[in-house]
């Protein structure tokens, strides 16, 4: 580090860093970083005590498991439930997303390569289109497909019988799941956000996968900082090996960390800017609120599906924010962070306010 402190290139932070629901590459590539099996995957305990039960009874009975549903914010782990679901039963594992399947013959494709207790794994299933919803029920219930031949008058259907597999289909969204859908999963399982134990424990062992060396206390304060999401602890871990790497000592301490979130635009909360943002925006804006998610969506320039599916559940959780009926509402501690004391304030807080609410 120079004396100044200056050891960062003057690189623009990444503004989405943070963003659980966006997949980067390096998610792809970090294949040792996902864990295999039920043992390395770490908290989230009751989930997996349940599951571990039910495929060791499904084993027992050298049968399938039944469907399974998980629900729960990105970047939470229910890819990687599934594939260890289809690891530990000993079986092939498919993998798809609602809305890669446009037609009946795009899931008709996948089902016909199935064979005896695959793990079938349906992102964003809350996506499907109707039709392929139709197709799935009789796949999951029966074992069947239905499959028209020939067009017009002469269009018949025929049944092919599929092997057993499990269904596993995950979402962001339980409400916005049709109820026959649901009712076709026999078990449903739903993650949390993880505390700092645990993500301090996942921290420490990507570490170790990525033969960097984390100080103790410099995982703890990444992990307070990664929204409650493996992927932005794995995400912000990797920066803070660059980060390390450039200081010379390849070593992430604490100081590393400190440094490496502000440059990053991360707050002690652990929000980034459009958090920050969508905060503000209520305060400065609606008075703190109540205001409704689709105008809360245009003040600050997002989707209101990514500021539903990804923002808000964090903020929520982390007493931030408040979904009432009548919109969302600023609680006291966002405003006291923000340093908008006492209600009817935010019309005077208007300058430098980036500055001020970092640390
Ligand atoms: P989701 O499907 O819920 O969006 P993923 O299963 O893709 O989330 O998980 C995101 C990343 O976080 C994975 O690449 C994996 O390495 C890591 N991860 C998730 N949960 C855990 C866990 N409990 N322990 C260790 N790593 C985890």
Redesign the pocket.
Known sequence: MTENGAFFSDRPADPGILR??V?RTE?FR?GG???EFLK?????DALKENLSVFIAAARARQDSLDHLF?I??????????A?ITAHELGADFKVTSAPALEKPKDLAGILSTLTERTVFFI?EIHRLRPAIEEMLYIAMEDFELDWVIGQGPAARTVRIPLPKFTLVG?TTRAGMVSSPLISRFGIVQR?NF?DRG?LTR?LL??ASILSVRLDPDAAQKLAECSRGT??V??RLLRRMRDFSQIAGSGRITLEIVTEGLQRLGIDSLGLERYDREILLSILRNFSGGPVGAETLAISIGESVDTLEDYYEPYLIQAGLLQRTPRGRIVTEKARTHLGFPGSGSADAQTENEDQRLLF
Do not use: E
Not at 40 to 44: I, S, V, Y
Not at 72 to 81: A, E, H, W
């Open positions: 659980a629901d997949r998610d970090d970083l996902r864990p390395d995957f770490l908290g989230q998980l729960g914010p990105p970047g939470l782990g229910k890819t990687t439930i594939q992102d995950a993650f993880y645990a996942i062992r990507s493996p992927r602890a794995n």
